[in-house]
């Protein structure tokens, strides 16, 4: 590969990278050509850019990007790259993926994954990253709990409105 195409794939996965807010880095080496076209599938469905490229160019535009160095260890072998605007799709798609496998050998694998501005290392930390919870939900659990206690409040003055008219009207009785 020339020099000047290098600097383009180099270019082209800092743009990719820039545009999204998290990625992984997955070995799936060894699956087969169904199993592939299966996992590609299943990532543009959950919004998932699956994109494979040279362990090398993907170090350099990392290295624009200003990931931290701990991550590039996780550049050997087969190396393909997952990039996502929610954190925790990819690791919940690798664990649906993997789910009945036996052998600890399951593809894709889980070498590293930059998440919410951190670097995670090792297929331990799948569990982990399936259970983040994305900025959406997060969001969506906040106004759940800042409405909880004005919804108390409103249902307690309708079911006190009764209340209220029954005793005023219990003492208007009385005052005849």
């Not at 997952?82 to 399951?106: Q, R, S, V």
């Not at 982990?128 to 919870?133: C, E, G, H, R, V």
């Amino acid at each position: 590969m020339k020099k000047e195409d290098k600097n383009l794939v180099i270019e082209a996965l800092g743009a990719q990278l820039t545009d999204y807010s998290h990625f992984y880095l997955v070995n799936i080496e060894g699956l087969d050509a169904a199993k592939t076209s299966e996992l590609r599938r299943a990532c543009f469905k959950q919004d998932i850019k699956l994109l494979v490229a040279k362990n090398t160019l993907l170090q350099k535009a990392l290295e624009k990007k200003g990931v931290e160095a701990e991550i590039f260890g996780a550049l050997k072998g087969n190396t393909a790259l997952m990039l996502t605007n929610t954190g925790n799709a990819p690791a919940k798609l690798i664990k649906e993926f993997t789910k009945g496998d036996k052998t600890g050998e399951a593809k894709p694998e889980l070498k590293a994954a930059y998440v919410e501005e951190t670097v995670y290392v090792g297929k331990q930390n799948l569990e982990f990253l399936s259970s983040i919870k994305s900025k959406n939900e997060l969001i969506a659990e906040l106004v759940a709990l800042l409405q909880s206690p004005a919804k108390n409040v409103v249902s307690a003055l309708q079911s006190g409105q009764n209340t209220i008219h029954g005793v005023l009207q219990t003492l208007g009785e009385r005052a005849e």
